[in-house]
């Protein structure tokens, strides 16, 4: 689970930051329809951000550069309570004003993937 500060996460959220919690895709089952828009992320990698086509919420992303993984938007689920930050990612992007913790590991950029688990 992290709080990134990314240009892209801030604009996504329009906020300071995005709160994500991240998945095992073999784990998550997505049903429905959603629309996506893609980008290439500092490290070349494309990041597909997953809408709802009908209201605009940001619902999930996908990294081709960890394609096990998904990235769900914390916002998304009707309860949030059990969300805890692991990380925060992209300090160097934090504005002044968006206080995250500084009780977990801070990168200033992403940090380098885990090795995949079967």
């Known amino acids: 689970m992290a709080q990134c500060h990314c240009r892209d996460c801030q604009r996504a959220s ?4 995005m709160s994500n919690a991240i998945f095992k895709l073999a784990d998550v089952e997505i049903v429905g329809e ?7 992320a500092d490290s070349g990698a494309t990041l597909a951000r997953h809408f709802c086509p009908t209201c605009g919420s940001r619902l999930f992303s996908v990294n081709s550069a960890r394609p ?13 309570r059990w969300f805890k ?34």
Do not use: C
């Open 14 to 17: 329009g906020t300071g930051h």
């Open 85 to 118: 930050p692991q990380m925060v990612l992209y300090t160097k992007s934090r504005a002044a004003w968006d206080h995250t913790t500084d009780q977990v590991p801070n990168f200033e950029g992403m940090p380098p993937p885990p090795p995949p688990k079967s």
């Open 68 to 80: 096990w993984l998904i990235i769900m938007a914390v916002g998304a689920f009707d309860d949030t």
């Open 34 to 40: 959603t629309a996506s828009y893609a980008s290439e």
